[in-house]
């Protein structure tokens, strides 16, 4: 498997469910993953003023990096009618929850070609999932530079 050992533990295992799934099976589980999105929590519900926006993608999706110790969180608006797209926001939430922005950074920028989603989506609604993905890796480059930061004013 080429991103083995590339991907967080828990992005690794969803790869392997898309993998043993086929046809329309890999469709229906990406859109069990838009249903099961995470709401916002209260302390975000509308303010997406607060949230970034990912203006590359078409679909209005707005995401909110938490970082918890070190471990990041990412928190996804995405509008019920584009499952699609929510299901890529919410299957990338659940895989890199917890993970350190190193290992986000990480990722290979296509680990989605392993899923097999070429063989029932358009290669247009599949540069949503590569777009999502190089946005929270910029937010994720954005709270390593943060850390860094803090570190030298915490020594300073």
């Given amino acids: 498997m080429a991103t083995a050992g590339a991907l967080p533990e828990r992005l690794q295992e969803i790869v392997n469910?898309?993998?043993l799934a086929e046809g329309s099976e890999k469709l229906e589980l990406?859109?069990?993953?838009?249903?099961?999105l995470p709401p916002l929590p209260d302390w975000l519900q509308g303010k997406r003023d607060a949230m970034d926006q990912v203006h590359e993608c078409m679909t209005p999706v707005f995401v909110f990096a938490e970082?918890?110790?070190?471990k990041l969180e990412f928190h996804f608006d995405v509008p019920p009618e584009s499952p699609t797209v929510r299901g890529y926001a919410a299957l990338l939430e659940e895989g890199?929850?917890?993970?350190?922005?190193?290992?986000?950074?990480?990722?290979p920028g296509d680990f989605y070609q392993e899923m097999g989603l070429q063989d029932v989506l358009s290669p247009r609604r599949l540069q949503g999932v590569h777009t999502i993905l190089?946005?929270?890796?910029?937010?994720?480059?954005?709270?390593?530079d943060n850390?860094?930061?803090?570190?030298?004013?915490?020594?300073?």
């Avoid at 890199?96 to 990722?107: A, K, S, W, Y």
């Avoid at 850390?147 to 300073?156: E, F, H, S, T």
């Fill in 147 to 156: 850390g860094v930061a803090q570190a030298q004013v915490n020594l300073g």
């Fill in 67 to 70: 970082n918890r110790a070190g």
């Fill in 30 to 36: 990406l859109l069990e993953y838009a249903r099961q």
């Fill in 17 to 19: 469910d898309f993998e």
């Fill in 134 to 144: 190089a946005y929270i890796k910029r937010l994720a480059a954005k709270e390593l």
């Fill in 96 to 107: 890199v929850r917890g993970t350190t922005p190193e290992e986000i950074l990480r990722i």
